[in-house]
């Protein structure tokens, strides 16, 4: 199974973004989705960018991995996904 999260682009250079995961900032190559600009919503799979997504549908997301994961561990707030709260 694989995993994407989504994140905020902060900055691009080139081909490739620094994203935000809540506040944990990563390197990402936009090669997949060259029309990906600063303060937009990136679905992240493997360092790259698959997606473009709305506000929206990042915070659905993220809500979504906050409620699945929650439900498997009764102390999701300080599990490994804490860091992706709505």
Same mark, same amino acid.
């Given at each position: 199974?694989?995993?994407?999260?989504?994140?905020?682009? =902060?900055?691009v250079k080139s081909n490739n #973004?620094?994203?935000?995961?809540?506040?944990? *900032?990563?390197?990402?190559?936009?090669?997949?989705?060259?029309?990906?600009?600063?303060?937009?919503?990136?679905?992240?799979?493997?360092?790259?960018?698959?997606?473009?997504?709305?506000?929206?549908? #990042?915070?659905? =997301?993220?809500?979504?991995?906050?409620?699945?994961?929650? *439900?498997?561990?009764?102390? #999701?707030?300080?599990?490994?996904?804490?860091?992706?709260?709505?």
């Amino acid at each position: 199974m694989c995993l994407a999260v989504p994140g905020k682009i =902060t900055s691009v250079k080139s081909n490739n #973004a620094e994203v935000d995961f809540n506040g944990v *900032k990563r390197a990402v190559s936009l090669d997949l989705v060259p029309e990906a600009r600063k303060n937009d919503y990136v679905l992240v799979h493997a360092g790259f960018a698959i997606q473009v997504l709305s506000p929206e549908e #990042a915070q659905e =997301t993220l809500r979504l991995f906050a409620e699945i994961y929650g *439900k498997e561990h009764q102390d #999701a707030a300080s599990g490994p996904l804490s860091h992706l709260k709505p």
